[in-house]
């Protein structure tokens, strides 16, 4: 019960704001990457704040129901940062087709929560292992297949048909 009520205050603090970032950015040289950005408005206060990324996520729809989803958020984010600023993708990443959608629409890197946790209850540290070494070789499939070498020219083109006279 300790446990959740602690949760429970750490989560619904309703004095959490901006301001406190400047304590964490002061009292740590530890690199910084603040989850739950979903909009550029809060992406542009991240980078104001020094923070040293951004993570785009909606906590698996979990929250707040009706959220918008974290691939319609995501090109907002990404546009209004700086060049080489890091935009995670959180939420939603099952398979290599999904990261390549949230790499092309600017993320630099995703986040893998469930597809890791399952493989971890299901076999293991080895499971996990397996799990990654399939997912990164179905993405550079995916890369290949789609007619790209690499993921610096990857954009939103990549995403959109081109009609082509046969």
Known sequence: QAAVMRWIMAFSNPTSSWDKLSFLRENTELPILLKGILHPDDARMAVDAGMDGVIVSNHGGRQVDGAIGTLDALP????????????????????????????????????????????LAVGGEDAVAQLLRGFLAELDLTLALSGHTSFEKLGPNALRRIDRPL
């Open 76 to 119: 907002a984010v990404a546009e209004v940062v700086p060049d080489q600023f890091p935009v995670l993708l959180d939420s939603g990443i099952r398979s290599a087709a999904d990261a390549f959608k949230a790499m092309a629409l600017g993320a630099s890197a995703v986040l893998l929560g469930r597809p890791y946790v399952w493989a």
